[in-house]
């Protein structure tokens, strides 16, 4: 990790956590090595980006000059490591998903061939009950199609490994397939991404 990364990350803990900040919690948060924590609040104190203090036990505890302190947040490094590792999997997950989706619409626009500038309601319906919200790519705007997939993934991770949620995730897939033809009809109706949800009007103003 370099000075630079080391700085970003120690200013990203301070402002979006409550954990403090001696050398145990960090190298257990980031990974970094002991000797390499030292020598990077070393530099960083030199420069004047660090203030530096002690706890009650003499352990050193640093504080980032000049920044706010999160007013809320997690406080325990397991929490905070938790969090970190939760979002990396998201993330990967829904990057390798995304690269699926990509060459399963390429395969299905080759199975089930639509006009020029139209989208295809077999293959929106198919990528959508194989691959969930991932398959609305396709067709659906991006607005509702990106919060889904965050809002699936998380779902997925955490009740997957039940036995009891399978019956529903198979009800979830046929109701994302048949919301991707909606999201494909939708759009060759309107000739671009249109959400399916219904369209709220606004209210007339009231009269004095």
Same mark, same amino acid.
Do not use: C
């Given at each position: ?6 700085e ?8 979006t ?39 009650d ?5 640093? =504080?980032?000059? =000049? ?9 325990k ?35 089930v ?8 309601l ?87």
């Amino acid at each position: 990790m370099t000075r630079d990364d080391f700085e970003h990350r120690l200013l990203s803990l301070w402002m979006t956590t409550r954990m403090p900040l001696p050398r145990a919690n960090l190298q257990f948060v980031t990974g970094v090595p002991r000797p390499k924590i030292g020598k990077r609040h070393d530099e960083l104190v030199a420069d004047g980006v660090l203030d530096v203090d002690a706890d009650d036990d003499g352990e050193m505890i640093w =504080g980032v000059r =000049g920044a706010a302190r999160a007013g809320k947040g997690p406080e325990k490094p397991e929490d905070v490591k938790k969090l970190a590792d939760l979002k990396a999997e998201v993330g990967g997950a829904a990057g390798n998903a995304m690269a699926l989706v990509k060459v399963a619409a390429g395969g299905a626009r080759s199975l089930v061939a639509a006009p020029e500038g139209k989208k295809s309601l077999i293959a929106s319906g198919l990528l959508s009950f194989f691959f969930g919200p991932l398959g609305w790519l396709y067709a659906a705007p991006l607005k509702e199609a990106v919060p889904a997939i965050v809002v699936y993934t998380l779902f997925w991770i955490v009740f997957s490994h039940f036995a009891l949620f399978a019956p529903i995730f198979t009800l979830l897939h046929v109701l994302f397939g048949a919301l991707g033809v909606g999201y494909a009809w939708r759009h060759n109706q309107k000739g671009e991404r249109t959400s399916i949800l219904p369209e709220t009007k606004a209210l007339p103003p009231r009269r004095p």
